[in-house]
C-alpha cells in the first residue's frame, strides 16, 4: 500500500511539471529516507574532507548574525542584514559593502545578494521591494523597483535574476520570476501559487538555490518533497523524497489554519511527519538531505547505490578539539561547488573548551564566527 501511494505522489509530480515542459518526458528519481533512523553524532572527518576559518575582528569589522553565504572560487561571500562582505579563503578581508540607510543610492536591510561574473554584486532589499548592483567600491550602478515582495534572489546569467516570492499573493499568481536586468521586466513566471497554504505557510530559507551550470539551477522548498531542475525555459521535477511513510499528506495543508504559528502547533503537535530539507547535495556517489522531524534537525547520507544511508543530528569538528555542531542550533549555507559552511559562534567554543577542560588557540571574547567548510565525499 505504501509503495502505491509513493507511485502516485511520483506520477502526480510528474503531471505537474509536464505543463510546464511542453511534451517532453520526464523522469522523477525517488531518494528515500527512514526519518527514524538517526544517530546521534558522527565526526566531520568521517564524511567529509573540511577546512576552518575564524573570521577577523576588528572595531569596523564586527559581524551580526550571518543570512547569507554565497561563496565564489576565489572568495567566501558573506552578509548580516546591515552589510555584504567578502573574504579570501585565508581569512583576509578584501571587500566590505555598507550602503544601509535611507537614500536615493542606499539600500535599507540586506535580504539576499547574488554576484555577477564582473564580481558586482546585486542586493535584495525585501522592505522597500528593490533590488541594487553596486561595484565594491560602493557605486551603485543600477537600482530596480519590483511589485513583488522576494525572498531570494538568485542570478541564472549576468542578464536574469531569479525572484523566489513563495505563496505571496501577486499579480502573476506564481512563486518564481525571471527578471529580466537590462528592462527591469519580468519576462517568465514559474510553479503556480498553492492556493491551500498562501494565507498562512510563509517560511524563508537559506538554501531555496544551487547552481548546476552556466544556464540551470536546482530548486527546493521547505515545505515540498520535490527537487526541481530550473532553466530559462522551464521548471521540472528530478527527485521527489520518500521520507519512509511521514511525508505531509496534501490534505494536511487543506486544514484552515488561520496563521503559521497555528500552523507550527497543529504540526508539532502531531509529531508525526517529516519535512524541510533545507540542505540538498548531489554527489557522484549519494545524496546529502537535511531535514526536520521532531523538532529536530537531521542531515542523512544516502548512497545512491548500495550500502547504509547514514543519518545524524550532530557533527564533532575535529579541529574544534570535537566540538559539538548540533544541526538543530546551526545554520546550514549550500554552495554551487557541492559544500556546505556553517557558521560556528566562537564564544560557544571557548565555552566548550573550558568546561571539558580542552587545549586551544586562544579565542578573543569579542571574535567573529568561525566558518567550517564542509566538502561532502564523493
Same mark, same amino acid.
Given at each position: 500500500?505504501?509503495?502505491?501511494?509513493?507511485?502516485?505522489?511520483?506520477?502526480?509530480?510528474?503531471?505537474?511539471?509536464?505543463?510546464?515542459?511542453?511534451?517532453?518526458?520526464?523522469?522523477?528519481?525517488?531518494?528515500?529516507?527512514?526519518?527514524?533512523?538517526?544517530?546521534?553524532?558522527?565526526?566531520?572527518?568521517?564524511?567529509?574532507?573540511?577546512? @576552518? #576559518? &575564524?573570521?577577523?575582528? %576588528?572595531?569596523?569589522?564586527?559581524?551580526?548574525?550571518?543570512? !547569507?553565504?554565497? +561563496?565564489? *572560487?576565489?572568495?567566501?561571500?558573506?552578509?548580516?542584514?546591515?552589510?555584504?562582505?567578502?573574504?579570501?579563503?585565508?581569512?583576509?578581508?578584501?571587500?566590505?559593502?555598507?550602503?544601509?540607510?535611507?537614500?536615493?543610492?542606499?539600500?535599507?536591510?540586506?535580504?539576499?545578494?547574488?554576484?555577477?561574473?564582473?564580481?558586482?554584486?546585486?542586493?535584495?532589499?525585501?522592505?522597500?521591494?528593490?533590488?541594487?548592483?553596486?561595484?565594491?567600491?560602493?557605486?551603485?550602478?543600477?537600482?530596480?523597483?519590483?511589485?513583488?515582495?522576494?525572498?531570494?534572489?538568485?542570478?541564472?546569467?549576468?542578464?536574469? @535574476? #531569479? &525572484?523566489?516570492?513563495? %505563496?505571496?499573493?501577486?499579480?502573476?499568481?506564481?512563486?518564481? !520570476?525571471?527578471? +529580466?536586468? *537590462?528592462?527591469?521586466?519580468?519576462?517568465?513566471?514559474?510553479?503556480?501559487?498553492?492556493?491551500?497554504?498562501?494565507?498562512?505557510?510563509?517560511?524563508?530559507?537559506?538554501?531555496?538555490?544551487?547552481?548546476?551550470?552556466?544556464?540551470?539551477?536546482?530548486?527546493?522548498?521547505?515545505?515540498?518533497?520535490?527537487?526541481?531542475?530550473?532553466?530559462?525555459?522551464?521548471?521540472?521535477?528530478?527527485?521527489?523524497?520518500?521520507?519512509?511513510?511521514?511525508?505531509?499528506?496534501?490534505?494536511?495543508?487543506?486544514?484552515?489554519?488561520?496563521?503559521?504559528?497555528?500552523?507550527?502547533?497543529?504540526?508539532?503537535?502531531?509529531?508525526?511527519?517529516?519535512?524541510?530539507?533545507?540542505?540538498?547535495?548531489?554527489?557522484?556517489?549519494?545524496?546529502?538531505?537535511?531535514?526536520?522531524?521532531?523538532?529536530?534537525?537531521?542531515?542523512?547520507?544516502?548512497?545512491?547505490?548500495?550500502?547504509?544511508?547514514?543519518?545524524?543530528?550532530?557533527?564533532?569538528?575535529?579541529?574544534?578539539?570535537?566540538?559539538?555542531?548540533?544541526?538543530?542550533?546551526?545554520?546550514?549555507?549550500?554552495?554551487?561547488?557541492?559544500?556546505?559552511?556553517?557558521?560556528?559562534?566562537?564564544?560557544?567554543?571557548?565555552?566548550?573548551?573550558?568546561?571539558?577542560?580542552?587545549?586551544?588557540?586562544?579565542?578573543?571574547?569579542?571574535?567573529?564566527?568561525?566558518?567550517?567548510?564542509?566538502?561532502?565525499?564523493?
Amino acid at each position: 500500500m505504501k509503495s502505491n501511494t509513493y507511485l502516485f505522489l511520483i506520477l502526480s509530480v510528474v503531471a505537474c511539471s509536464c505543463s510546464e515542459m511542453k511534451d517532453k518526458p520526464v523522469r522523477v528519481s525517488e531518494v528515500k529516507v527512514s526519518v527514524d533512523a538517526a544517530s546521534a553524532s558522527v565526526p566531520v572527518s568521517e564524511i567529509a574532507s573540511s577546512s @576552518l #576559518l &575564524l573570521l577577523p575582528t %576588528n572595531d569596523s569589522l564586527i559581524i551580526d548574525e550571518i543570512n !547569507h553565504i554565497h +561563496n565564489t *572560487s576565489e572568495y567566501i561571500c558573506l552578509s548580516d542584514v546591515s552589510a555584504v562582505y567578502q573574504f579570501t579563503y585565508d581569512g583576509r578581508l578584501v571587500n566590505q559593502l555598507r550602503k544601509q540607510g535611507s537614500g536615493a543610492d542606499e539600500y535599507l536591510n540586506v535580504s539576499d545578494f547574488s554576484i555577477d561574473s564582473q564580481n558586482n554584486l546585486w542586493i535584495l532589499s525585501r522592505t522597500t521591494q528593490a533590488l541594487f548592483k553596486y561595484n565594491w567600491e560602493g557605486n551603485l550602478l543600477k537600482k530596480l523597483k519590483v511589485d513583488l515582495w522576494p525572498q531570494n534572489i538568485c542570478l541564472l546569467d549576468d542578464d536574469h @535574476l #531569479l &525572484l523566489y516570492t513563495g %505563496n505571496e499573493e501577486n499579480s502573476s499568481g506564481q512563486q518564481l !520570476h525571471l527578471l +529580466n536586468v *537590462s528592462t527591469g521586466q519580468i519576462e517568465k513566471a514559474y510553479k503556480p501559487i498553492d492556493k491551500s497554504q498562501a494565507g498562512y505557510l510563509h517560511v524563508k530559507s537559506n538554501n531555496m538555490f544551487r547552481r548546476c551550470d552556466d544556464r540551470s539551477i536546482c530548486f527546493h522548498q521547505l515545505f515540498n518533497d520535490t527537487v526541481y531542475h530550473l532553466t530559462p525555459e522551464q521548471l521540472t521535477a528530478e527527485y521527489v523524497v520518500n521520507w519512509d511513510g511521514h511525508n505531509i499528506p496534501r490534505s494536511y495543508f487543506e486544514n484552515d489554519f488561520q496563521n503559521i504559528m497555528e500552523f507550527f502547533q497543529d504540526f508539532h503537535g502531531k509529531g508525526i511527519y517529516a519535512y524541510g530539507f533545507n540542505c540538498f547535495v548531489e554527489t557522484e556517489g549519494s545524496y546529502w538531505i537535511s531535514y526536520y522531524y521532531q523538532k529536530t534537525c537531521a542531515c542523512a547520507i544516502v548512497p545512491k547505490r548500495e550500502g547504509k544511508p547514514l543519518l545524524f543530528t550532530e557533527l564533532k569538528v575535529d579541529a574544534l578539539q570535537g566540538y559539538p555542531v548540533v544541526l538543530s542550533d546551526a545554520s546550514l549555507f549550500v554552495q554551487d561547488d557541492g559544500s556546505i559552511v556553517l557558521p560556528v559562534q566562537a564564544m560557544n567554543v571557548k565555552e566548550y573548551w573550558t568546561e571539558h577542560n580542552l587545549q586551544g588557540e586562544e579565542i578573543p571574547d569579542d571574535s567573529n564566527p568561525y566558518l567550517l567548510i564542509v566538502r561532502p565525499k564523493e
